[in-house]
C-alpha cells in the first residue's frame, strides 16, 4: 500500500480518517468515562439528584435582573421554568 516516495490520493485520505477517527473515538471515551464517573461519585457523595435547588430573589430588583437569574439558573441546573421558584435575590459581597 505505502510503496514508493510519494502517497496517492486514496492513501492520504485512508491515512487522514484513520487520524480522524482515533482522536473522534479517544473524545467519545473521555466524555463516557467523565459520565460514568460523575454518577458513580455522586452517589458516594450522597447528592440527591432529584433534590431542586432553591433561588431567592429581592422584591426589589427589576424584571431585567430577575429574567438574567432566572436564564442563568435555568442553564446551570438544566431544567424548565416551571420547575423549582426563585424566591428572593441577594448580592454576595
Same mark, same amino acid.
Given at each position: 500500500?505505502?510503496?514508493?516516495?510519494?502517497?496517492?490520493?486514496? &492513501?492520504?485520505?485512508?491515512?487522514?480518517? *484513520?487520524?480522524?477517527?482515533? $482522536?473522534?473515538?479517544? *473524545?467519545?471515551?473521555?466524555?463516557?468515562?467523565?459520565?460514568?464517573?460523575?454518577?458513580?461519585?455522586?452517589?458516594?457523595?450522597?447528592?440527591?439528584?432529584?433534590?431542586?435547588? $432553591?433561588?431567592?430573589?429581592?422584591?426589589?430588583?427589576?424584571?431585567?435582573?430577575?429574567?438574567?437569574?432566572?436564564?442563568?439558573?435555568?442553564?446551570?441546573?438544566?431544567?424548565?421554568?416551571?420547575?423549582?421558584?426563585?424566591?428572593?435575590?441577594? &448580592?454576595?459581597?
Amino acid at each position: 500500500m505505502f510503496e514508493g516516495n510519494v502517497m496517492s490520493f486514496a &492513501e492520504s485520505l485512508v491515512i487522514s480518517g *484513520l487520524g480522524i477517527s482515533i $482522536v473522534f473515538s479517544a *473524545l467519545v471515551t473521555l466524555a463516557l468515562s467523565i459520565v460514568i464517573f460523575s454518577k458513580i461519585f455522586g452517589k458516594f457523595s450522597g447528592q440527591d439528584e432529584t433534590k431542586k435547588p $432553591v433561588v431567592q430573589a429581592k422584591k426589589e430588583n427589576n424584571d431585567d435582573v430577575y429574567a438574567v437569574v432566572m436564564a442563568a439558573v435555568s442553564e446551570e441546573v438544566r431544567s424548565l421554568k416551571g420547575e423549582y421558584k426563585i424566591k428572593e435575590i441577594k &448580592e454576595v459581597k
